[in-house]
């Protein structure tokens, strides 16, 4: 039955040409699009050729040296951190509990989760402007109701991604075993789940950075140019009587570069991750 198995893998193995086109589609299909952003961001001149007439780094120095730009830039960063963080502080607890301690939750965690897909985001700005008009007016136009609001819309994807890596982390079973070595409950989560769950926190993480860095319609209906970011920056860059194209370009380079960027390091951070039931386990892995 094996030998069976093994020659039904070996058929639906590609060949090494086979194999060698398949990964060269994909990574035309992935990398033009970037590629041909970065040409624009480059380029002095684009009418009807395959490339650029020439070549430029006036778009470049134009856009960073932009204090306007700069300052949307760093302000998306830090709403995007910020997002993270205020998402794992309530996500991870709220995963574990519905998980172990009480997995009748499920059911409105899940439903929660699906909320935000459910609703447009516009519709969920006007309803977050009505409920804080009436509970907390004096938060109304600040980047804490952004703050909040994105963390409201991105909390399903670490959701999913956290609940994900406890199942597979199966830690129901190293919660109970922790336990019973007279583990506190915040002791369990810092140093039972949160190691066990990093993969899926980074995962999770990676996608809210991405929803709340690139969101527009919360911020333009919560904060507006009160609190400019870079998808603000972008629709400004587009109406202007001289659009900022190339810049816009340039923009849209930087922000895939940095999104890259930190996938790569959460990938490189998560490799040859093992499931680890107390801090003392680390030391028996090589036994």
Not at 2 to 23: D, E, K, N, T, Y
Not at 83 to 104: E, K, S
Not at 208 to 229: H, P
Request: with cysteine; proline share 6%; glycine share 6%.
């Amino acid at each position: 039955m094996s030998a069976h198995r093994a020659s039904a893998s070996r058929r639906l193995l590609l060949p090494p040409l086979g194999q060698l086109i398949l990964f060269g589609a994909l990574a035309i299909y992935l990398l033009l699009p970037v590629l041909a952003v970065l040409l624009y961001s480059l380029a002095t001149v684009w009418r009807a050729h395959i490339l650029p007439d020439g070549y430029t780094l006036k778009h470049w120095t134009n856009g960073l040296d932009d204090p306007r730009l700069v300052a949307a830039f760093l302000r998306s960063v830090g709403l995007g951190l910020a997002v993270v963080i205020v998402d794992i502080a309530f996500v991870v607890p709220a995963a574990y509990w519905a998980r172990v301690r009480n997995p009748r939750i499920r059911m409105l965690t899940e439903l929660a989760a699906a909320i935000p897909f459910a609703l447009p985001f516009i519709v969920i700005a006007f309803a977050i402007l009505q409920l804080v008009g009436k509970v907390a007016p004096h938060l109304l136009g600040t980047p804490w109701l952004l703050l909040f609001g994105h963390a409201a819309i991105a909390f399903p994807f670490l959701y999913w991604a956290v609940d994900g890596a406890m199942a597979a982390a199966d830690i129901a079973r190293l919660s109970e075993a922790a336990e019973t070595c007279g583990a506190a409950p915040l002791a369990i989560i810092r140093h039972v789940v949160l190691p066990n769950i990093t993969s899926g926190i980074a995962t999770g993480g990676i996608l809210v950075f991405a929803t709340s860095f690139g969101e527009f319609a919360l911020a333009q209906i919560l904060v507006g140019a009160r609190f400019e970011t870079v998808p603000l920056w972008s629709v400004d860059a587009l109406g202007a009587t001289q659009g900022k194209f190339n810049e816009l370009a340039v923009i849209t380079f930087v922000t895939f570069v940095v999104l890259f960027v930190i996938s790569a390091a959460a990938v490189y951070w998560n490799r040859a991750q093992t499931i680890r039931l107390l801090p003392g386990a680390r030391a028996m892995e090589g036994k």
